[in-house]
């Protein structure tokens, strides 16, 4: 088969594209970006015939569509909403399978934030997202929409508890990407950049939609947060977490829940450090005059604060996982845990988010070549990853190092 990689010089497309050329069945890789030096040391540092490069723009939309029509499947690892919508866009219209990574259902589109995303004449966000999913499906491609760590793994493990469960009643997905414990003493907010930041802070200032009591109800991102106790794969931390919009397709796929959200995890202390900073109206969008000129305060404060938080020599990531689904299995009260604890590869170069992420989506457009995930239209992690695919899904992971630890209790 072969694969396009957009963002392919980012360290996800570097991931995504690392990953396909070592498998027997990808023929070719494709790397496509604005910047063609870019492209050109990501191809040199993997080394291998099987990749080309294709500088491009994605807002050229007809160029995009013939260049994805050379491809089997092209994969996204574009950091916003504006690129993503545009990329989806063209792969529906090329009629070509797409994987998608982002933080975004597609098929409903977070109401907050555009980021620039441009809508279609005369559509609203849901009417786009209707569109998006009858172009994929009438044409017979599988969009699998928001593949990587949170969304996908995350999506992936629950909708696997709840099925192991005879009635599934609580959901939480408790997922994020940290410094090492010795990196976080090293910056601010115990915080270092690992993804696109700008996105980051765009998840904890909108609103989003959670299950409480059965119904779909909006509550702010950075609420409901809670302290817990990773002890598991041979680790022993306290860390926290507060809601975010990382798994936004759940509400729509598993509306049965009584209670669903998805927690970004931190180091104690990070989530009081935004909280003062969202009083103080330094993660807001609105200009504010000083001396004359406007400025976004949360511009403002990204460019006094990305410097301090880039990884310093030696600094290292850790993703964390300790996800829970309750309910009842054989008439007694249940808990389905799944536990994950990835370290940066120190020999590779990759992150530890550069490997969840981007293997993860590497897994899903193999999958989609060789036939396992079968879904037409756009295609949500939890359900295009199930029963004997899930279990190819953890096998592979655990392949490439990165272990999910699955658990069952008594409540």
Same mark, same amino acid.
């Given at each position: 088969?072969?694969?396009?990689?957009?963002?392919?010089?980012?360290?996800?497309?570097?991931?995504?594209?690392?990953?396909?050329?070592?498998?027997?069945?990808?023929?070719?890789?494709?790397?496509?970006?604005?910047?063609?030096?870019?492209?050109?040391?990501?191809?040199?540092?993997?080394? *291998?015939?099987? %990749?080309?490069?294709?500088?491009?723009? %994605?807002?050229?939309?007809?160029?995009?569509?013939?260049?994805?029509?050379?491809?089997?499947?092209?994969?996204?690892?574009?950091?916003?909403?504006?690129?993503?919508?545009?990329?989806?866009?063209?792969?529906?219209?090329?009629?070509?399978?797409?994987?998608?990574?982002?933080?975004?259902?597609?098929?409903?589109? !977070?109401?907050?934030?555009?980021?620039?995303?441009?809508?279609?004449?005369?559509?609203?966000?849901?009417?786009?997202?209707?569109?998006?999913?009858?172009?994929?499906?009438?044409?017979?491609?599988?969009?699998?929409?928001? %593949?990587?760590?949170?969304?996908?793994?995350?999506?992936?493990?629950?909708?696997?508890?709840?099925?192991?469960?005879?009635? #599934?009643?609580?959901?939480?997905?408790?997922?994020?990407?940290?410094?090492?414990?010795?990196?976080?003493?090293?910056?601010?907010?115990?915080?270092?950049?690992?993804?696109?930041?700008?996105?980051?802070?765009?998840?904890?200032?909108?609103?989003?939609?959670?299950?409480?009591?059965?119904?779909?109800?909006?509550?702010?991102?950075?609420?409901?947060?809670?302290?817990?106790?990773?002890?598991?794969?041979?680790? !022993?931390?306290?860390?926290?977490?507060?809601?975010?919009?990382?798994?936004?397709?759940?509400?729509?796929?598993?509306?049965?829940?009584?209670?669903?959200?998805?927690?970004?995890?931190?180091?104690?202390?990070?989530?009081?450090?935004?909280?003062?900073?969202?009083?103080?109206?330094?993660?807001?969008?609105?200009?504010?005059?000083?001396?004359?000129?406007?400025?976004?305060?949360? $511009?403002?404060?990204?460019?006094?604060?990305?410097?301090?938080?880039?990884?310093?020599?030696?600094?290292?990531?850790?993703?964390?996982?300790?996800?829970?689904?309750?309910?009842?299995?054989?008439?007694?009260?249940?808990?389905?845990?799944?536990?994950?604890?990835? $370290?940066?590869?120190?020999?590779?170069?990759?992150?530890?988010?550069?490997?969840?992420?981007?293997?993860?989506?590497?897994?899903? #457009?193999?999958?989609?070549?060789?036939?396992?995930?079968?879904?037409?239209?756009?295609?949500?992690?939890?359900?295009?990853?199930? *029963? $004997?695919?899930?279990?190819?899904?953890?096998?592979?992971?655990?392949?490439?190092?990165?272990?999910?630890?699955?658990?069952?209790?008594?409540?």
């Amino acid at each position: 088969m072969k694969i396009l990689v957009f963002g392919g010089s980012g360290k996800m497309g570097a991931a995504v594209a690392w990953d396909l050329v070592r498998q027997d069945d990808v023929s070719e890789v494709g790397l496509a970006g604005r910047r063609k030096a870019s492209l050109q040391r990501t191809q040199a540092w993997i080394n *291998s015939p099987k %990749i080309n490069i294709h500088p491009s723009d %994605i807002a050229d939309r007809e160029a995009t569509k013939a260049l994805m029509r050379k491809y089997d499947i092209s994969v996204s690892t574009l950091p916003d909403r504006e690129t993503s919508y545009k990329f989806i866009h063209a792969g529906v219209e090329a009629g070509v399978h797409i994987v998608d990574m982002l933080e975004e259902y597609h098929y409903r589109p !977070d109401l907050y934030e555009t980021e620039g995303l441009e809508l279609p004449k005369g559509m609203d966000l849901y009417a786009y997202g209707n569109w998006m999913h009858e172009q994929a499906t009438e044409k017979g491609i599988t969009f699998l929409d928001g %593949i990587g760590f949170a969304p996908g793994i995350s999506n992936i493990t629950v909708g696997e508890g709840i099925r192991k469960l005879d009635v #599934a009643e609580s959901a939480i997905a408790r997922v994020g990407g940290i410094p090492s414990k010795e990196a976080a003493a090293r910056h601010p907010l115990r915080y270092m950049i690992t993804w696109a930041f700008e996105h980051v802070l765009r998840e904890y200032m909108i609103k989003l939609f959670i299950i409480k009591d059965g119904e779909i109800v909006e509550v702010d991102a950075g609420t409901e947060r809670e302290q817990f106790h990773f002890n598991q794969l041979g680790k !022993d931390e306290m860390l926290e977490c507060a809601i975010t919009p990382g798994m936004p397709s759940f509400i729509y796929t598993r509306p049965g829940l009584k209670y669903f959200a998805e927690k970004t995890v931190r180091w104690p202390g990070h989530w009081g450090g935004i909280e003062t900073l969202k009083e103080c109206g330094m993660l807001d969008l609105e200009p504010v005059e000083i001396n004359g000129a406007k400025i976004p305060p949360r $511009e403002f404060l990204l460019s006094v604060i990305k410097p301090r938080l880039q990884p310093k020599e030696g600094d290292t990531d850790v993703c964390v996982m300790w996800n829970t689904v309750d309910g009842l299995k054989d008439g007694k009260r249940t808990r389905i845990n799944y536990h994950l604890w990835d $370290e940066a590869d120190t020999v590779t170069g990759f992150s530890s988010m550069a490997r969840v992420t981007g293997f993860s989506a590497a897994i899903g #457009a193999l999958f989609i070549g060789r036939g396992l995930i079968t879904g037409r239209g756009i295609v949500a992690p939890e359900d295009g990853i199930a *029963s $004997e695919v899930y279990n190819a899904f953890i096998e592979e992971l655990k392949k490439r190092g990165i272990i999910v630890l699955e658990t069952t209790e008594l409540l």
